[in-house]
């Protein structure tokens, strides 16, 4: 059932009004006789949300047992301590990242950005894990996958050569992780990360946690690349601590560049760090989404495939209180996700995919202060979920 009549809906918490989905995609004009309706009970209609930078593969949300962190402070700690911990238990990327995706749609997100673990130890076995995801999924919700180095290149001969595989096996980006930090040689790793993107042909996003003017180094390098090798548009930098960290008239200088090729920063807005800010982002034209990271995994035990949840930390971090700052948090997992990440046909415009959710809230502020349950979650014209239960 691709075509819809969607009655007495509030479309981002606007006027009541009908609206008509056809194939698949939202269309103007008056219902065909006979097009299935749904009663909309008047609620707020907002388009189906965008993560734009999680990680399907690492989760262990859909595991009986919880899982007791006792991690080291380090990103070092972090990494080795994952590689452990799946080499002693087995750990199924597919049967977890499908467990994840499942729970995104059921709570409205039809589209997901993930970066995916390419290692030494593990091979492309997640790639192929969240590949099939992706093809479960096929149709309901839009799943990218990032090959990502997570515990570098340069130290682990032949990731290059796995990464170069996972690209060549369906990955749709090249990733990258700390140049300077982790890889200590950042002109080797980007050589080796911007070279598979041009053979490829496909687009870059790299982690870069790394704070101040390290990290505005690493990223001016970034930069260069993307001019040198015509990549306008088709680079993200994921997180960008350093951009909340440096003085104000460095940190506009790179935003300039950034806004001038297109780059893009993917951010948590996570509590314990400097974080870019929204508002200086945006105001320098900059696209900046949101996304998770993680989700209960062996680096964190939060995080949650609610995305308006997201959408309210993004607000608190960022000390949005209006309602019209609110929105641009909203943003963040909705149009600016999709802009920055690539997914087409996006919002409620006629000609849309149709993608919807339907929430109990009087205002798009409300929905992301309060996160009720979704009512309805629609993917392609298709009614996938009820009440936050997928339907079979
Ligand atoms: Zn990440």
Redo the contacts with the bound molecule.
């Keep these: 059932m691709t075509d819809l009549l969607l009655r007495n809906v509030r479309p981002m918490g606007g006027t009541a009004t009908d609206l008509l989905v056809r194939g698949g995609r939202i269309a103007a004009g008056p219902a065909p006789a006979g097009t299935p309706v749904e009663d909309g009970r008047g609620l707020l209609l907002l388009p189906a949300f965008v993560e734009g930078?999680?990680?399907l593969d690492k989760t262990t949300f859909h595991l009986p047992d919880w899982l007791v962190n006792e991690v080291g402070p380090r990103i070092e700690d972090k990494i080795d301590t994952e590689r452990e911990w799946r080499a002693r238990t087995g750990h199924d990327a597919g049967v977890a990242s499908l467990a994840m995706a499942r729970a995104f749609l059921a709570a409205g997100t039809t589209r997901v950005r993930s970066?995916v673990d390419v290692d030494t130890s593990g091979g492309t076995r997640h790639i192929e894990g969240v590949l099939a995801t992706r093809e479960a999924m096929r149709g309901l919700q839009e799943i990218q996958l990032v090959a990502f180095p997570q515990s570098g290149i340069l130290g682990r001969q032949g990731t290059d050569t796995l990464l170069d595989a996972a690209l060549s096996m369906g990955a749709d980006i090249v990733g990258g992780l700390d140049p300077c930090a982790i890889e200590r040689d950042p002109v080797r790793h980007l050589d080796i990360v911007f070279g598979l993107a041009e053979k490829h042909g496909k687009p870059v996003d790299i982690?870069l946690h790394e704070p101040g003017t390290m990290g505005a180094f690493s990223l001016d390098l970034i930069l260069e690349r993307t001019r040198a090798l015509g990549m306008e548009g088709r680079v993200v930098v994921?997180?960008a601590f350093c951009l909340g960290d440096i003085p104000e008239r460095d940190r506009d200088g790179l935003l300039a560049r950034m806004a001038a090729l297109g780059v893009a920063i993917a951010t948590t807005a996570p509590a314990s760090r400097p974080v870019p800010l929204v508002a200086a982002c945006r105001a320098a034209v900059v696209t900046i989404f949101g996304g998770n990271?993680?989700i209960r995994d062996t680096w964190t035990p939060y995080g949650s495939p609610d995305m308006l949840e997201r959408a309210m930390l993004i607000g608190l971090r960022n000390n949005f209180r209006r309602d019209d700052e609110v929105a641009i948090a909203f943003d963040c997992v909705s149009a600016a996700g999709a802009k920055g990440c690539g997914f087409e046909d996006y919002g409620l415009e006629p000609g849309a995919r149709a993608d919807l959710v339907l929430v109990d809230a009087r205002s798009l502020a409300e929905a992301v202060v309060t996160r009720p349950p979704r009512r309805l979650v629609v993917s392609g014209g298709r009614i996938v979920a009820r009440d936050g239960a997928l339907l079979a």
């Design positions: 930078h999680t990680h970066h982690h994921s997180h990271d993680g």
